[in-house]
């Protein structure tokens, strides 16, 4: 049984940081690629970070370009998220995601988590 499970969310005031991690169980690692999406309250679900298979190719929506960065250990499964300067437009709840490639993730994920809750205060 594939699991994704998230972890790091939490409140904190804009211009801060925040660390989300996810640990994956269930699946060969290093077969798929990872990535985090977020949806905000009434909206659907977008794409935030996808990272490639090797972990050598990184995609970033615009809005977050600069700002968080996307990272994978293969060794223990994890694939972590690190935003910096957050912005209360960045409050939504985050879903790790697992696919076939970094690209075609952006529509279509065979894996979610369960979400995270990040809250960005003014």
């Known amino acids: 049984q594939v699991q994704l499970v998230e972890s790091g969310g939490g409140l904190v005031q804009a211009g801060g940081s925040l660390r989300l991690s996810c640990s994956a169980s269930g699946l060969t690692f290093g077969s798929y690629a990872m990535g985090w999406f977020r949806q905000a309250p009434g909206q659907e679900r977008k794409f935030v970070s996808t990272?490639?298979?090797?972990?050598?190719?990184?995609y970033y929506a615009d809005s977050v370009k600069g700002r968080f960065t996307i990272s994978r250990d293969s060794a223990k499964g994890t694939v972590d998220l690190q935003m910096n300067s957050l912005k209360p437009e960045d409050t939504a709840v985050y879903y790790c995601?697992?696919?076939?490639?970094?690209?075609?993730?952006?529509?279509?994920?065979?894996?979610w988590g369960q979400g995270t809750q990040v809250t960005v205060s003014s």
């Open positions: 995601a697992a696919g076939a490639s970094a690209t075609t993730m952006r529509a279509r994920v065979d894996y």
């Open positions: 990272i490639s298979r090797g972990g050598g190719t990184t």
